[in-house]
Every structure is written in structure tokens, then in C-alpha cells.
């Protein structure tokens, strides 16, 4: 019986989700891996103990979060390998040396001095533990400057040539490819919603925890200071990264309008160039005929948006499509990309990137202790703080029982935010799998089955499923109990000199 699914499209479904499952762990890890790095700077600095056990227990948090991200990655190779063959061959040359950086370099210092950071507790000098975190953090951004810079490529390919004899691209600049200006614009803004993510995967734990103390189910003081500690932490980090976020998206907007302007027009659903283009708010699509069926818009904002004037014309989908199909041969459909999954993935990954960004905003103003608010309702270091939206009246109870609900409910909103990005960002460039290079019909691996990819996505779907449970089962064990308090800081700097007493000793796993 012959499938009415075509080949690539199997194959893109299998991508697509191994990607977005993927993508799941590593904004986290690497915000949460940079905050961690921040509790144990401010233990070492301080010798508060509350820093301390706040990094011992973020610091369990994140090691679940590594270990599921190495996995799920391991994934990505494969499905890579087998229905990727004809794209590998194509620009494996170029897109291989960033990935052989990655690996060679950032997965390297992240997996050794994890170990060291694990095991060196009480093994090394509080400076060199602490630099153990900090080279783990350093490394998690090496390793996604690296992945970045490679799909930079596939959106922007620079720095290659294509060899007329064998017809597949060489690199001839590996710095071009490094240093492009859509890597530079990308990885900071990944970056910075990494940040967001983390933090918002913090302040939901320690709302958690808060709300308990609030309620009187939490009584230890210890645990109060540092769930508090680490809720201040989240929320100034959340609104720093998320002003960093929009400025940078801002600016990755700009670059995609230029390099990219397809991706962009589909993203405000503007069907044909306009001079001044509007800004779409809420649009229904009639990609049949062409145009929008209904459709609110904020006139000349796009332009602005693009080209920082309110009059400069913006290309829309339509005339970009008849531009590539008088180019590259077809017709306008075949250079159209879906339509409603880039103008709905755009405009949800800003809900919920932004939605975060707002909870901290507000949260601070919340939680603020001092200055403004009236000394009778000021609370210790170790004591849940008032949630007051005056400075000399309390809020209802009703109010501040979801002021702590709204952090825990949207605790995942980055992780909802980083997905819609990608989709976004992938999708958009369709059906280019290497922008104006390759198109994705052609990067499949036609030796491989339907049958055989259909086995290979049902097989890793359901990993991927009991990884989840397994994933979230390990989160909530781990996070329920908060940090344990009785656990003593190391009193002293142990020397780092061998001790024959040491040698017969099993290494004792920190957690």
C-alpha cells in the first residue's frame, strides 16, 4: 500500500520534533547553570549559608536538566544521519566545523568540570570550586554560540564556495561563518531568553515555597531565606533579560527583514509590498487568494520596525514569491511558507517570552521590602515577604494567593516561548532547508524507507515520552522537599596536595 505522505515530510516531522524536544532542556540549562553560578559567587563572597544551600539545591535541579539534555542531543545525531543524507553531503563541509567545535570544545569543558563541580565539594578550595561553575556556564555558551553559528548558515550561508566538480559548498571562512552578523544578532538573543527561562523556572519553585511558608506549612526559617534569596535572584534577572531579549529581537528583526524578508512578511501576514507597510495585530489569511480576509493593523509600524521609519516600503509575500519562482523556476505556491505557523509561532513566542518578563517586573514591585513600603509590614531576610500593591495597605488574600499561582502556573512560559521561536524561525525559511542553496525536497535521504522513518519517529516518540515523565517525576521529587538546610557548608578550604589516606577511597557522589 503506497502512503499519501510524502517522503520529506515524514522527515521534517521527525526533525522537527526531536528539535523541539531538545530545545526543551537547553535554554534551561543554560540559564538556570548561570544562575547557579551566581548563588555560589554570592555563598563565596558572603559565606552566607542561605546562598549555599540555595546552590545545592538549583544546583540538583540542573543536573537533571543536563543529564535529560545530553540524551535527548544524542537523538539529534542520529535522526540527522538518517534522513538528512543529501543535505550532509551537500554542506556537511561547512556546516560540520562549527558542530566539531562544539564538540571538541564546549562539550568538553561542560563535561569535565561538571564532574569536578559535582565530586570537588568538599575536595576543592572554594575558588576553584567556584570556577568549576563558571567554566560549565562558560562552556553552555560556547556550545550554543557553536550550534547557532552552524544554523546561521542554513539562514544566511556565507563564507563558502561551491566546488564545480563534485557540486557540493567548501568552506573557505570559517570566521565569516563564526561571525556573520546574523550568528552575532541570533546567539544573543538566545542567550538572553535563556536567561529568562531560567529564571522563570526559579521563580515558579520558589513562589512554591514561599506560598507554603505564607500559609504556615513551612516553618524553617533556613529554607524561607533561601527560597527567598533565590525569588529576589529570578525576578532582577528576569527583567534584565528580558529588556535584553526585546532589544536584540528588535535588532534580529531588522537583520531577518534584510536577509530574509519572505520569513519576515509572513510574519505580519503582509501579502503585498507596502509603502508604509502596517503592523498586523490580528489577521485571518486566505492563502488561496492571496490576502487577508480580516485583518487589524497599526498603519506604517511595520516600516518602522524594519527599516526604523514609518514610511519605507516593506516586501510582501506575494511579490517575494513571484520574485524566487522567476529565479529558481516554479510557481509563486512552491516558494510559500506556512503561513499560519510563522504568523502564529512570531507572534506567541513574544506572549510568552514577554509574559515572564512582566511577572518579574511586577513581582519586584511586590516583594520590595524597603524605602517604600511602611515599616509595619517590612519582613526579614527570612520571612516570605508581603505581596502589597500600596505602601500602607495589605492586599486582600485573594490577591496575593494568585499573585504566588501566577509565578508557579507560568514557571514554563520561556519553555513555551523558545519553541514557538524555532518553529517560527525554521518555518519561515521553507522551503529552503539552506537559504536560496538547497531546498529541503532535495536534503532528504532518498534511500531511506517511508516505513523505515515512520518506525524510527513512533520509536523516539515514545522515548521521548516516558523521557518526559521521567523528566518531570525527577523535577518535582527533587524540588518538593526545597533546599535541605542541615547539609553544613565546608568549613574550610581543603588542600589540594595528595593524601595517601585518600587513595583507597571511593569517590562520594555529592547528591
Same mark, same amino acid.
Given at each position: ?9 515524514? $522527515?521534517?516531522?521527525?526533525? #522537527? ?11 534551561? +540549562? ?53 534522513? =538528512? ?10 556546516? &560540520? ?22 565530586? #570537588? =565539594? ?23 554560540? %557553536? ?28 570566521? $565569516? ?21 531560567? *529564571?522563570?523556572?526559579?521563580? &515558579?519553585? $520558589?513562589? !512554591? ?33 528580558? /529588556? ?22 509572513? $510574519? ?39 527599516? +526604523? ?43 510568552? #517570552?514577554?509574559? +515572564? %518578563? ?45 499573585? =504566588?499561582?501566577?509565578? /508557579? ?11 514557538? #521561536? ?33 518506525? +524510527? ?6 522515548? !521521548? ?32 596536595? %595528595? ?10 557522589? *555529592?547528591?
Amino acid at each position: 500500500m503506497e502512503l499519501a505522505i510524502a517522503h520529506e515530510t515524514i $522527515a521534517r516531522w521527525q526533525f #522537527g520534533a526531536t528539535t523541539v524536544y531538545h530545545f526543551l532542556f537547553v535554554p534551561l +540549562s543554560i540559564g538556570l547553570g548561570a544562575l547557579v553560578a551566581g548563588l555560589e559567587t554570592a555563598w563565596v563572597r558572603t559565606g552566607k549559608e542561605k546562598y549555599f544551600h540555595a546552590t545545592k539545591f538549583w544546583g540538583k535541579l540542573l543536573l537533571i536538566n543536563i543529564a535529560m539534555g545530553v540524551v535527548t542531543g544524542l537523538f539529534q545525531e542520529f535522526q540527522f544521519g538518517m534522513n =538528512w543524507s543529501n543535505y550532509s553531503s551537500f554542506v556537511g563541509d561547512v556546516f &560540520g566545523a562549527p558542530l566539531a567545535m562544539e564538540a571538541l570544545i564546549a562539550f568538553m569543558f561542560e563535561s569535565v568540570f561538571i564532574g569536578l563541580w559535582i565530586f #570537588g =565539594w568538599h575536595r576543592l578550595p572554594k575558588k576553584v570550586h567556584l570556577a568549576t561553575i563558571w567554566i560549565v556556564t562558560i562552556g553552555s555558551f560556547l556550545s550554543a554560540y %557553536f550550534i547557532l553559528a552552524a544554523n546561521s548558515f542554513m539562514q544566511h550561508p556565507v563564507g563558502y564556495k561551491i566546488n564545480p566538480a563534485t557540486g557540493r559548498a567548501q568552506l573557505t571562512d570559517i570566521w $565569516a561563518v563564526l561571525f556573520q552578523n546574523t550568528t552575532l544578532v541570533v546567539v544573543f538573543h538566545t542567550l538572553a531568553a535563556s536567561f529568562i527561562t531560567g *529564571a522563570a523556572f526559579m521563580m &515558579g519553585i $520558589a513562589a !512554591y515555597h514561599l506560598w507554603k511558608a505564607k500559609k504556615g506549612k513551612e516553618t524553617n526559617r533556613k529554607k524561607i531565606g533561601a527560597m527567598r534569596a533565590s525569588l529576589k535572584l529570578a525576578l532582577i534577572t528576569a527583567v534584565i533579560a528580558g /529588556i535584553l531579549t526585546a532589544l536584540s529581537g528588535d535588532r534580529l528583526a531588522k537583520v531577518m527583514f534584510q536577509q530574509q524578508p519572505m520569513k519576515m512578511a509572513a $510574519a505580519e501576514a503582509l501579502w503585498d509590498t507596502q509603502a508604509p507597510a502596517p503592523f498586523s495585530i490580528f489577521s485571518v489569511g486566505n492563502v488561496n487568494k492571496g490576502r487577508n480576509d480580516i485583518a487589524l493593523e497599526v498603519p506604517g509600524a511595520l516600516s518602522f520596525l524594519a527599516k +526604523s521609519d514609518f514610511s519605507s516600503p516593506v516586501p510582501g509575500i506575494n511579490n517575494r514569491a513571484d520574485e524566487q519562482a522567476r529565479q529558481f523556476g516554479g510557481t509563486r505556491a512552491d516558494y510559500l511558507p506556512n503561513i499560519f505557523m510563522t504568523y502564529w509561532g512570531f507572534r506567541l513566542m513574544i506572549f510568552f #517570552g514577554m509574559t +515572564s %518578563f512582566g511577572i518579574g517586573l511586577l513581582g519586584l514591585y511586590l516583594t520590595r521590602r524597603k524605602f517604600w513600603v511602611d515599616p509595619a509590614y517590612r519582613t526579614g531576610e527570612d520571612e516570605p515577604p508581603n505581596l502589597m500593591i500600596t505602601n500602607r495597605i495589605r492586599t486582600n488574600p485573594f490577591f496575593t494567593k494568585w499573585s =504566588w499561582r501566577i509565578a /508557579i502556573l507560568t514557571m514554563g512560559f520561556p519553555l513555551l516561548a523558545n519553541s514557538f #521561536g524555532w518553529i517560527f524561525t525554521e518555518m519561515g525559511r521553507q522551503p529552503w532547508v539552506v537559504y536560496h542553496l538547497q531546498k529541503t525536497a532535495f536534503g532528504a535521504s532518498p534511500s531511506v524507507s517511508t516505513g523505515e522513518q515512520i518506525t +524510527s519517529l513512533v520509536a523516539l516518540s515514545v522515548v !521521548y515520552a516516558i523521557l518526559a515523565v521521567v523528566e518531570v517525576g525527577l523535577l518535582v521529587k527533587y524540588s518538593k522537599p526545597g533546599p535541605d538546610v542541615d547539609e553544613r557548608p565546608p568549613s574550610k578550604d581543603p588542600t589540594m596536595r %595528595f593524601n595517601p589516606e585518600d587513595q583507597d577511597k571511593p569517590l562520594a557522589f *555529592a547528591y
